[in-house]
């Protein structure tokens, strides 16, 4: 039987569930966190859920599993907002550790911090809401989201031995509550019970069975987990969470849709100071790559010691050794390391002309005792608690975090580049081969470093993903990778590689591939002088939209009002049924008047006029909105209610109805909001310019598709088997896609005989991020897998055709449904300004390309337009 996961996984990919986000969520997130598609996915998998899920179990005990890093405290804050809509007000908030508290507290609480998850204000209905934290839910504000912060510990032990204003059990009878864990592995004691020691079972006893008895107080409640490292391949715990785990998605795939930094280790057979300087050297050349970029970034260097002891002596040793940093000590590291990265920031300096003199006094600057900071449990405050959660600011100037174990959990820096390992231990087991604790703790450290530093270069790039793993040469590479810093000791590393392939951050395979255009491409006039078009992404001024679209406006939005009707009778007893007299008027909403409009707009943040301004830039005023047809004025309400209130309704049934009106209104119009569109024009460049070698990382065997990584040379599928280096139409070296991408070169190489009879320059290229094209209808960026080209023959003025071509795995047919949408609209609607006296340009999108269920479809299209 599917689990609750994998029954709304086949419901997404059958379309039952759209991926979207409610207005009400994304409007009062933070405008600068970008909800992501997974994001979107918790999200609607969760609307889903609550409303229409047909197996629904209350009290509701959900668990969303969700990698380090991939904002899971974003979820929260939106699904916090989507109870408020339903009703909840009291939310429960804990942690499994007091460290974590505080940096949860500023990212809900505090406005002026750069990890504030809400907008700046709040707007939900016709309501200003208030995050407010509380101790308790006795007299609060019931239009606040109130939020008690605790621990699990700490919340047994208000519950279980009450002091004054704290929370208690009677809080809980006549109050529905949400309680909210992060990081929720911690209360599994129970459901692990076989395995727990005396010790861990009177913890058990301590705050699991206190976690239940709040969820049970109420039908209504909801229980909802949060955790990036849920033991799920555990029986007992499968069995728990196979009807509560909404959404699974796995480091593995967080780091496959690189939203992670990829990770590399570093051995040096060195003392720890020389293998801490190799660390600062990395972080300083990793900045000066973002300074050469325009990118104001500080990277965070990580040094962790065994114990306490150890770090405060490190931590001196650091300080002095950087104070008395000699030019001798960075040329012993420069002619004793060959490894490649340390070799691409020599030759940096020297083509700099940096000298080692004048780089050790920057780091003298950078790295001085000022700017590090250690943390433990001796040494440890609120403070450095708020400093480290914030070393991404501008105005935090530290570089680098001495510390032991007090990191390992809900810290989220995301310019954490470097982690240097000062000891030198190993706890796995000799006998089983057993990953040890220690072992699998770093690897999980190293997972949370391994969280994204978004930066983009261009409008082409993403902001939160990697954009270099299909140009691994590129300087900006290293900006995407966090160095583990080790010392030389093989067993150990390779006993982190296997913990590190375990949690899902390292690929067990990861192969670099050389694509390298053919000489005999190189020397062609084609690609010295031929020209590509592609469009570009420019800003939507909305200039065109002047009014509320048409259905909105005529819309007959209903209203019902309670007739406030009751009655009494005694069981048994013969009463004549009496019905309550109920009626409905239609009413223009301008004959409700301005002034009831007016207020009814100011309680909703929405309106704000440099919002409407937003949607419809042309917009001279409220009063034109109110007044104008174009907008408000002809909207029709139908009231529905007893007679009296329909024919004569109160000001406050005028305002209410109008307020109902402007919330729908407000839902629906965020929708079809667009910021960018793709330029109808496409603008010539010359082929050698854009089409460049490239150096490729592949994870083999990975993703769901074999072939992606292996040559079409070599491929596994002998069905697929071409030597491309004697095929004179395929411009690079080899193919190194999936078996889509496999197959659609196979059909080009036998449909290459016919084409030839027509066309000379036959040409066919594999974008590897060379370009983007942009949708026409809202500018999103897309990259073609490969580009066709071929010249008609024997014409005084031949046409030149350019033909983007995508083929597509049937799993991600349905969500990449408008890339396929978008290629067949650019015959018709692409427009070329460049006019050329002896050729001709055409542009042409095929549909999607799949072997087993489009190759008819494609097949019919190509050859109906050569």
């Known amino acids: 039987m599917q689990n609750l996961n994998s029954q709304l996984s086949s419901a997404i990919s059958l379309g039952f569930i759209p991926l979207e986000v409610k207005p009400s969520i994304s409007n009062n997130l933070n405008q600068k966190l970008a909800i992501r598609p997974y994001q979107i996915e918790a999200f609607s998998r969760f609307n889903y859920y609550v409303n229409q899920y047909p197996n629904k179990k209350k009290p509701t005990h959900l668990l969303f599993h969700m990698a380090t890093g991939s904002g899971k405290t974003l979820v929260m804050a939106g699904i916090i907002i989507d109870l408020y809509l339903q009703g909840y007000r009291n939310f429960i908030f804990f942690v499994n550790s007091t460290n974590i508290i505080e940096k949860t507290k500023d990212n809900f609480l505090n406005s002026n911090s750069s990890k504030y998850l809400f907008n700046d204000i709040i707007s939900i209905g016709d309501k200003k809401v208030e995050i407010k934290e509380v101790e308790n839910f006795e007299a609060v504000n019931t239009d606040d989201i109130n939020i008690v912060f605790t621990t699990v510990q700490g919340l047994h032990a208000m519950l279980n031995t009450p002091r004054e204003n704290s929370v208690t059990y009677e809080d809980f009878e006549d109050k529905k509550v949400v309680l909210l864990s992060d990081e929720a592995h911690h209360i599994n004691a129970d459901t692990k019970k076989g395995k727990l020691s005396s010790e861990e079972q009177e913890s058990f006893l301590s705050w699991e069975s206190t976690i ?140 700099n002309n940096i000298t080692f003199e004048n780089l050790i006094l920057e780091l003298q600057e950078d790295f001085s005792e000022e700017k590090c900071i250690a943390v433990d449990s001796k040494n440890d405050s609120v403070e450095k608690q708020l400093v480290l959660n914030s070393l991404e600011d501008e105005n935090n100037e530290y570089r680098a975090i001495f510390a032991v174990d007090k990191l390992n959990e809900g810290w989220d820096v995301l310019n954490l580049f470097d982690i240097v390992r000062l000891y030198d231990t190993r706890d796995t087991d000799t006998k089983t081969g057993k990953i ?211 024919t004569n309704p109160s000001q406050e049934v005028k305002l209410h109805s109008v307020i109902k009106i402007l919330a729908e209104i407000a839902e629906i119009l965020p929708k079809g909001f667009i910021e960018y569109k793709g330029s109808y024009e496409f603008k010539s460049k010359v082929v050698s310019s854009v089409f460049k070698d490239k150096t490729l990382n592949y994870s083999l065997s990975e993703g769901g598709d074999a072939e992606t990584g292996y040559l079409q040379s070599e491929a596994k599928n002998i069905d697929l088997l071409i030597d491309l280096s004697k095929e004179e139409w395929y411009a690079f070296n080899e193919n190194y896609g999936s078996s889509e991408e496999k197959y659609l070169v196979k059909f080009i190489k036998q449909a290459y005989s016919s084409l030839k009879n027509k066309y000379d320059d036959i040409y066919l290229l594999r974008n590897e991020k060379h370009f983007s094209i942009y949708d026409f209808r809202d500018g999103r960026a897309f990259e073609p897998d490969f580009v066709l080209f071929m010249k008609e023959k024997e014409s005084h003025k031949p046409i030149i055709f350019q033909t983007f071509i995508e083929p597509k795995g049937e799993p991600f047919i349905p969500n990449d449904i408008w890339k396929q949408e978008f290629l067949l609209m650019i015959a018709e609607q692409h427009k070329m300004l460049e006019l050329y006296s002896n050729r001709e340009y055409r542009l042409l999108g095929m549909p999607f390309y799949n072997e087993k269920n489009l190759k008819t479809e494609f097949s019919n299209n190509f050859w109906g337009n050569f």
Not at 289 to 299: A, G, R, Y
């Open 436 to 646: 040890g604790k220690t072992t699998m703790s770093e690897a999980q450290l190293i997972g949370r470093g391994a969280r994204y530093c978004p930066f983009i270069l261009d409008d082409s790039q993403e902001l939160f993903q990697r954009k270099y793993d299909e140009d691994i040469e590129n300087p900006m590479r290293i900006c995407e990778e966090l160095y583990y810093h080790s010392s030389h000791n093989p067993k150990y590393i390779y006993e982190l590689n296997k913990a590190l392939e375990e949690i899902g951050i390292k690929a067990p395979k990861m192969v670099q591939r050389e694509l390298k255009l053919k000489e005999s491409f190189k020397e062609t006039e084609f690609f010295t002088r031929g020209l590509i078009f592609t469009n570009e992404k420019v800003p939507y001024d909305r200039l065109d939209l002047d009014e509320l679209p048409e259905g909105l406006r005529s819309k007959t939005y209903s209203i019902k009002f309670s007739t406030g009707y009751s009655s009494t009778s005694r069981i048994f007893e013969q009463t004549e049924q009496k019905s309550f007299a109920q009626d409905s008027k239609e009413w223009d909403i301008i004959a409700f008047g301005e002034h009831v409009i007016r207020k009814a707009i100011n309680k909703l943040a929405f309106y704000r006029f440099n919002n409407l301004q937003r949607y419809y830039p042309k917009l001279s005023s409220v009063s034109e909105f109110i007044n104008s047809p174009k907008f408000l004025r002809d909207i029709k309400i139908t009231i529905n209610g007893d007679i009296e209130l329909v």
């Open 212 to 351: 239940n008895k709040i969820f049970n107080t109420n039908s209504e409640n909801l229980l909802l987990e949060f955790t990036a490292t849920a033991d799920l391949e555990n029986e007992n715990l499968k069995e728990k969470y196979a009807d509560k785990l909404i959404f699974d998605y796995p480091l593995k795939q967080f780091r496959l849709d690189k939203y992670s930094k990829e990770v590399q280790i570093n051995q040096a057979d060195l003392a720890p100071f020389p293998r801490a300087v190799m660390a600062v050297l990395l972080s300083q050349f990793r900045r000066k790559i973002f300074e050469d970029h325009k990118l104001n970034m500080k990277p965070v260097i990580l040094f962790k010691s065994k114990t306490i002891k150890d770090s405060q002596s490190f931590f001196q040793e650091f300080i002095s050794g950087i104070k008395n940093l000699k030019v001798a000590d960075i040329e012993k590291i420069k002619s004793s390391n060959s490894d490649q990265i340390f070799k691409k920031l020599f030759t940096y300096l020297e083509n």
